[in-house]
């Protein structure tokens, strides 16, 4: 009998202890709970609370409609200012330099959660959005540069909504990539809707000082801001702090249960059982923390995953700040001469058509590799990106083939932009999850910032230049991939 009661303990089993109030193991089952829901009890398939989540994935839709709601009128409203194309792409880019800067410093403040950074990106996004729009007022050119730097910090947030959606203490191992797809999904409506919303504003105008075309979006998204910051303070529950867990020496234990459980225990079965734990005990605690050490494979893995982060995002970056540039250019390749209306909606045209394969992925990142999704989706990129470089080459350039070769860039970066961060969490400790989240979000910043620079200034630096740059950095990240291809096989889900 005393054997049976002592062994439980010294293997760390569940055991029954009539001490532990009825009310007590509710409660400690409700708060874990209202954090994690697992599914069928396997870590690898725990979820957040879904108001959490949702909160983080709206988030990351309203951050990314704020980057590009002012992309289709952005040229002219610098021009009325007095700026040029290139300036224009600055303000686009511009954003993601600031956060980019601004997120280590956030980082010491964030205590390892998320409810700070949620709302220092609601305030910053709000105080950006309105300093933006009064440029017109003002006639200032760098007010509308400073507005959007002042909304990169709520860029910061980026990093934030990825780093919860592979946070091992909410998120399951299967569940990372599927979570990442639907923060691809944010992505999609971003750049479709929010340029498209630019220009519908644009075009209706509100001809006054305050409230025109050029400022409306970021009137809208200030008050669109503003109300989501209230909804963040009801339904947002933050990550539990974790507290070191003390173990007590179980030796004391061992001697209470075996002399309490049965009046018939010997002295050499109490003894027996003290001996048996204090050894348990001391072979535990006696295994010496060593630290994780990246083997080279890894450090491949990693280099790729942020060559990829990089160019999905100044791939995306730089044709989302040139197409508004070059089809409303005096360039003899453009046949369009669009207004900014007609430029935002090419750009979410291409955007909408790629929400019906975002969402599939969504569901069949639980059934494939990532490397497979990434190899996918840098295919179907390059094919645009080779469509675009022919046509223009052929200067047969019209709606339809730049819509194709749009329509494929934007759904191959995409879908490879969803494993960057999950496939490298994937092979590192949940620990790293941190680390793993800023050096994605730093190579991101990187590619949207020059991505953005370099889409401006396409039509200068010609459009053939600007196309083939892009296919030399996928080419280099191709090279990578296929080096280290079996290395890249991860768990799917």
């Not at 075009?203 to 006054?208: I, P, T, Y």
């Not at 209470?256 to 002295?267: C, D, L, R």
């Not at 819509?403 to 494929?408: A, G, K, P, R, Y």
């Amino acid at each position: 009998m005393n054997q049976a009661e002592v062994l439980p303990t010294a293997f760390d089993l569940p055991v029954r202890r009539p001490w532990v109030s009825l009310r007590a193991s509710r409660n400690n089952e409700t708060a874990t709970s209202t954090s994690i829901r697992t599914s069928q009890s396997d870590p690898e398939f725990k979820l957040p609370k879904r108001s959490s989540l949702a909160i983080i994935l709206l988030t990351n839709v309203l951050m990314q409609i704020s980057f590009f709601i002012i992309v289709s009128s952005s040229n002219l409203y610098a021009e009325h200012l007095g700026g040029t194309a290139t300036f224009s792409g600055i303000v686009i880019g511009i954003p993601t330099a600031i956060s980019g800067l601004t997120l280590l410093p956030l980082m010491k403040y964030d205590q390892g959660r998320y409810r700070r950074p949620l709302n220092f990106a609601c305030a910053s996004s709000i105080l950006g959005h309105v300093l933006y729009a009064l440029a017109y007022k003002a006639n200032w050119l760098y007010l509308i540069l400073l507005g959007r730097m002042v909304s990169g910090l709520s860029f910061t947030f980026f990093m934030y909504s990825k780093r919860y959606c592979s946070d091992s203490r909410i998120v399951g191992l299967r569940r990372r990539t599927t979570l990442a797809g639907w923060l691809v999904v944010g992505q999609a409506v971003g750049f479709s809707f929010g340029p498209f919303i630019g220009g519908v504003l644009y075009k209706v105008g509100f001809s006054n000082s305050v409230f025109n075309g050029f400022t409306s979006p970021a009137w809208l998204m200030a008050a669109v801001w503003a109300a989501f910051w209230a909804l963040t303070q009801v339904y947002f529950e933050d990550v539990q702090e974790e507290t070191p867990t003390t173990v007590e020496p179980p030796a004391m234990e061992m001697e209470v249960i075996a002399n309490a459980g049965s009046s018939s225990a010997t002295p050499a079965d109490s003894k027996k059982s003290l001996v048996t734990a204090q050894v348990t005990n001391v072979e535990h605690g006696s295994i010496p923390h060593e630290p994780f050490k990246m083997t080279a494979p890894q450090w491949g893995v990693t280099v790729t995953m942020c060559w990829f982060a990089m160019t999905c995002f100044f791939i995306l970056g730089a044709w989302e700040a040139n197409i508004p540039v070059f089809t409303g250019s005096d360039s003899q390749l453009n046949p369009f001469h669009f207004s900014p209306f007609a430029a935002g909606n090419l750009i979410a045209l291409g955007g909408v058509c790629t929400f019906p394969f975002l969402l599939a992925n969504v569901f069949l990142a639980r059934r494939f590799q990532d490397r497979y999704t990434l190899a996918v989706g840098t295919f179907l990129g390059s094919t645009g990106l080779f469509v675009m470089l022919a046509i223009l080459n052929t200067r047969s350039v019209n709606y339809a083939s730049l819509f194709m070769s749009w329509f494929l860039v934007a759904l191959g970066f995409n879908l490879s932009s969803t494993v960057t961060l999950s496939l490298l969490s994937k092979q590192l400790p949940g620990k790293w999850n941190t680390r793993t989240s800023m050096v994605i979000q730093y190579s991101n910043y990187t590619g949207r910032v020059t991505g953005a620079i370099w889409g401006g200034s396409g039509v200068s630096v010609g459009m053939l230049n600007y196309v083939g740059m892009q296919i030399a950095i996928v080419g280099i990240g191709a090279i990578l991939f296929s080096t280290l291809w079996r290395n890249l096989k991860a768990k799917t889900g």
